[in-house]
Every structure is written in C-alpha cells, then in structure tokens.
C-alpha cells in the first residue's frame, strides 16, 4: 500500500509540473504584443516586437544618476501588466546591447531609469520614453501599453529633445527594380510632418519635401533613416526575391 500512495503522489507531483509549466508558457503566449526601440544619440540598441505582461524587472546599487543618495536596492521589483519598463527589461535579458539595464527604486513615485547598455545620461540628459510616437508625462512602469503599441526609448541630452523619424516600406520588393519608400518626423507631441533631406539607407538619394526616396536593392535588407540630428527611424526589413533577412 505504501509504494502504491508513492506513485500516486510522484504522478500528482508530475501532473502539477506540467500544468505550471504549460501555465507559464500560456500567459507569454498571451502577452501583450509590442514594439520596443532603443535609440542611444544615432545608436540604435534595440528595435524589435516582444510580447509582455507582468514581470520582474532588477534594480542596481549603481543606478546613481540621480546622485548617490538614490541608489537602488538591488532587489527585483514587479511591474504590473503590460508596460514599456517592462517591455524593456524583458529585451535586456535576450538582448546584450541593453545590458547593463541599471534601475532605481528610491523614489516613491516610481522605478527610475539611470542607464541601458552603458548608456547614462549626463548634466541635464535623461532617459526619454515616446509611446507611438508621443512623449509619455508618466514613468514607463506606468504606462499601459495596449497590442501593437510602439515603446521609444531615447537618450536625449536635454528637453525638449529632437524629431523622431519614421519609415514606411514595402515588404517584399523584386530584385533591381526601383522602389518608392516614406519618412516622416514626428515631434515630441506626435504631429507629424514630411521628412524632407534625410538620408535612407540603399537609396539613390536623400528624401524630397514630401519625405519620399527612390530605392533599388539586390538583396534583402533593413533600411533605416537617418539625418544626423532626428531620432534615427524604425528598421524596415525587406525581402527580395523571395528572401527575407536574416534574424
């Protein structure tokens, strides 16, 4: 009867694993699908859509841009729901150029962000958070971020900081045969605008007023805009004859 009950409670046990681990793999599944970028000056650290919900994010004894005296703990703190704090911490534990992610939780209003990737702003610098395309006037572990929305985060040397850049382009394009591609910039309280003179990756030549540039590629790239002083642009990958880039 003994051995009897001990394979029972070794099969209860197992039954119990499985429904936690097929638990946890159900609430990433259902995660709230967004698109992160991190833009450090004209360095993009990150530009790709995760899925994110409540989690954990680490907070550091050398998150100390906000002087010595605001340090964090060090402990982990949970982020509720679907957040752009959140979002980025989940990318920093796949994702090595955001690493180190250092945090704050000295304040009552909220977590702090001091640096990502070695990145840390200086003098009157911070990290700014743009949710599609609009600055935010709340922390990013306050934000909610709803399917499809698009988390910036950017290190801007002072307020208000520069226009934000977007490109629209084709998907899929034939080999050699030209194409037409879109920027617009947007300031920071999201009206948009013709990004004219800015310069797309692949192009012939840089934008015209109405923000549009002929491209001819032969094989499949990410374009990105730039212009030297806007927030660099999303990357756009683009098949060519049937392939995709890589990653």
């Not at 032969?218 to 060519?240: K, M, Y």
Request: charged residues 20%; aromatic residues 6%.
């Amino acid at each position: 009867m003994p051995r009897l009950i001990s394979f029972r409670l070794v099969a209860a046990c197992s039954l119990a694993l499985i429904l936690m681990l097929c638990s946890a793999a159900l609430a990433v599944a259902k995660g709230t699908p967004a698109q992160l970028r991190v833009v450090a000056g004209q360095k993009v650290l990150a530009d790709q859509t995760l899925r994110t919900g409540t989690t954990s994010v680490p907070t550091s004894r050398r998150a100390a841009c906000f002087g010595a005296e605001s340090v964090g703990s060090g402990k982990n703190v949970r982020v509720a729901g679907a957040t752009p704090l959140g979002l980025l911490a989940q990318a920093a534990r796949r994702t090595k150029a955001l690493r180190p992610l250092l945090l704050t939780d000295a304040f009552s209003f909220g977590l702090g962000l001091c640096a990502i990737g070695g990145y840390e702003p200086k003098g009157e610098g911070f990290w700014q958070l743009r949710i599609n395309h609009k600055a935010s006037s709340v922390g990013g572990d306050a934000v909610k971020l709803k399917p499809r929305d698009e988390a910036l985060w950017y290190l801007t040397a002072a307020f208000p900081g520069p226009e934000e850049l977007s490109l629209v382009a084709p998907r899929r394009v034939a080999a050699g045969k030209a194409f037409r591609v879109r920027v617009v910039a947007y300031s920071e309280k999201g009206k948009a605008k013709p990004a004219g003179g800015v310069k797309v990756s692949g192009a012939t030549g840089r934008t015209d007023a109405r923000g549009y540039a002929v491209v001819t590629l032969r094989r499949p790239v990410r374009l990105i805009a730039r212009d030297g002083e806007g927030i660099p642009s999303n990357r756009v990958a683009v098949c060519v004859g049937g392939k995709c880039p890589k990653g």
